[in-house]
């Protein structure tokens, strides 16, 4: 267990986030208040994200694709196979 004023803390704080980490329980001292530092693991979502998308071209999934200049901007374009 660490146990340190609040001057010495903020001079050593990175170590104090590593050894609470490590499952160390660190205390600081300031005027007359006793603070704990323990580290939490976080939390795993219960819910899958959402797709960003609902479609994607097989083009784009084989990286067969390219922008090419049209009279609006940038136009997405399938690339040419070589032969």
């Given amino acids: 267990?660490?146990?340190m004023k609040?001057?010495?803390a903020r001079a050593?704080?990175?170590e104090l986030l590593d050894q609470a980490e490590q499952g160390h329980e660190v205390v600081i001292d300031?005027?007359?208040v006793r603070f704990r530092i323990v580290a939490e693991a976080a939390k795993a979502?219960?819910?899958p994200r959402p797709a960003l998308f609902d479609?994607?071209?097989p083009a784009v999934m084989d990286a067969q694709w390219t922008w090419?200049?049209?009279k609006t901007g940038a136009v997405f374009?399938?690339?040419r196979k070589r032969r």
């Fill in 55 to 57: 479609f994607v071209d």
């Fill in 68 to 70: 090419k200049a049209g």
């Fill in 45 to 47: 979502s219960s819910q």
């Fill in 30 to 32: 300031r005027k007359g």
């Fill in 1 to 3: 267990m660490s146990h």
């Fill in 12 to 14: 050593r704080f990175g």
């Fill in 77 to 79: 374009a399938a690339r």
């Fill in 6 to 8: 609040v001057a010495e």
